[in-house]
């Protein structure tokens, strides 16, 4: 993630390398220089509570791995098979877009990249399942992995 800048506003938190950091009263830039640092907006952060969706699924298993909380390894397999699964319904160009630069960004393991790329999803999916009838008991995608302690 070289060269990547975080802008913050005041009192608002990012997790990088599995450290809370809070901004002071002002707004402030960081520049992270550090190659593949692992980053994580708090605010934007997805609560367990809130995967109920496919494209969500997918967003918390990388969630996990920026957090620390699940390793890159661990996690690989089941994010691909959701984007797979997401490729199957989201077929329309743009999201096909978002879904190919997601992949590539998971081969790589940069994942804050491939989170970035399906959190462009969440407004659209959030249209479709609003005018979707219900999916059928059993097709959901499969749960995140298991948190380590």
Do not use: F
Request: net charge positive; hydrophobic share 40%; charged share 25%.
């Amino acid at each position: 993630m070289s060269g990547l800048v975080l802008k913050l506003g005041p009192r608002e938190r990012v997790l990088i390398n599995g450290a809370v950091i809070e901004n002071g009263d002002r707004r402030t830039r960081l520049a992270i220089v550090t190659p593949n640092a692992n980053i994580l907006r708090l605010r934007d952060a997805i609560h367990p509570d809130q995967v109920n969706t496919p494209v969500r699924r997918v967003c918390y298993i990388l969630q996990l791995v920026l957090s620390g909380d699940v390793t890159p390894d661990e996690a690989k397999r089941q994010v691909l098979r959701g984007i797979e699964q997401l490729s199957q319904v989201l077929t329309d160009r743009d999201s096909r877009a978002q879904l190919t630069l997601a992949t590539g960004a998971v081969l790589e393991n940069a994942h804050y990249q491939a989170l970035k790329a399906l959190r462009a999803l969440l407004a659209r999916e959030e249209r479709l399942m609003g005018s979707a009838p219900a999916a059928p008991r059993g097709t959901t995608s499969p749960p995140p992995p298991e948190a380590h302690p």
